[in-house]
């Protein structure tokens, strides 16, 4: 009975996935999702934005230095949430409703788990922690004070990257984008407080970011009991069988991997960047938060259609699915060629909202146009990881996710440090980007190709 009101439930939401139309599939998935991500640049933007007006370049730098371990913390909720969403899609596509309460009681208790076992390890561990990180002498007491918050909440936080990656699953992509919305609000209205009126600083700025954490999590878990029937977090439903486990754990790597890597490469790039001195990363930080916008919102555009691919991957398909790929890759190149215009444009107004230090905005100003400028090219290779790991295809989708935040970029970034040194290091990410979209093309328009061939058993 369960599973067939399960079933009943999630009808409307299958047929718009099936054959619903695609602008109306866009405005419902990828609007959401493109939300939702610029509600997380805005975390970020928010604490970097305000412990920027205390005119502490030391402060920034030291939010910024910290940002790795806290990207790793998402890159793991990442490994449940997305791998955890994949999964229920692909299930959705085969009518597999029991199987998909076993896949979210999985990724929910394995969040809580993961939350703890960081919190349990970083507490100790700071000060080897932070000196891994880059930080120095002026910046260590600042890193480790906001680290220190965020490995307290950490399960909380892992749990707010998990769940509204699962219900995004079957369409609900909304009640997702409202759960990060509400969290954004309070966490932009907290930052002033407690960073600027009751003096605290870069802890303020993680106790904000943990607090909207929080209330995120209890409009997650008002959704789950009220809306979400296909869903269960109940320990009796959690299932440690390898074709839970396996298939979650699979189809999360990709983006998680990149994820991690992502945050290895950003420690590498801080420690070579801290030679020439706090300014510089304060400046490249302000530039790479305003450059996120242009990533984030072509992953989300990527990210809302990636139910609609594994389920018409999963169903078979063929017809839809090369339209829904066709159509997304052109919305994701167009909205990252628009992006970048605009912020070429208002550079200026955008960096002089965040400092107004003449030093920190003349380093800031070349480290935007570097991370503007590839705003074309994002959407050639987000669209091909997603579409890699939306069919499932894990092995292939982690290739592709590791060649922009790794494999390429950490021998280009000594690369071009030893020729051009700062600015070397600024640019190394523009470069790697163009190199990455252009090998995952390839290598996807060979899969793909492969997949038509095979296509007459579809």
Known sequence: MRQKQASSGATANEEMLRSGDFWTLARRLCVPAILIMLVMVLYHMADVFFIGQTGDANKVAAVTLASPLFSILSGLGVLLGNGGCTAISLALGKGEYGRIKNISAFAVWGAIAIGVVFAVIVLPLMGPICKLLGANAETRAFTAEYLRVIAIGAPVIMLTNVVPALIRADGSTTDSMIGNMLGTVLNIALDPLLISVFGMGVSGAAIATVAANVVSLCYYAWFLHAKGKIYSISPRDLSMRKDVVWTVLSLGLPMSCATVLGSVSSTVVNNLMMQYGSVAVAGQSVAGRIGQMISMTVMGVCMGMQPAISYNYSARNHRRLTEILMKTTGLAVVAGTVLFALCLIFRDQL????????????????????????????????????????????????????????????????????????????????????????????????????????????
């Open 351 to 458: 960096l002089n909202a965040f400092l107004d230090d003449p030093n920190v905005l003349g380093i800031g100003r070349v480290c935007l146009l570097a991370s503007i400028v590839i705003g074309p090219f994002f959407g050639f290779y987000q669209i091909c990881t997603t579409y890699l790991q939306a069919s499932g295809k894990s092995t292939q989708a982690i290739i592709v996710s590791l060649l922009e935040k790794g494999i390429v970029y950490i021998p280009m970034v000594f690369l071009m440090n030893a020729l051009f040194r700062m600015y070397g290091i600024i640019f190394a990410a523009t470069v790697t980007t163009v190199l990455s979209a252009v090998a995952a093309l390839v290598f996807c328009y060979k899969d793909y190709r492969k997949e038509l061939r095979n296509a007459s058993h579809w």
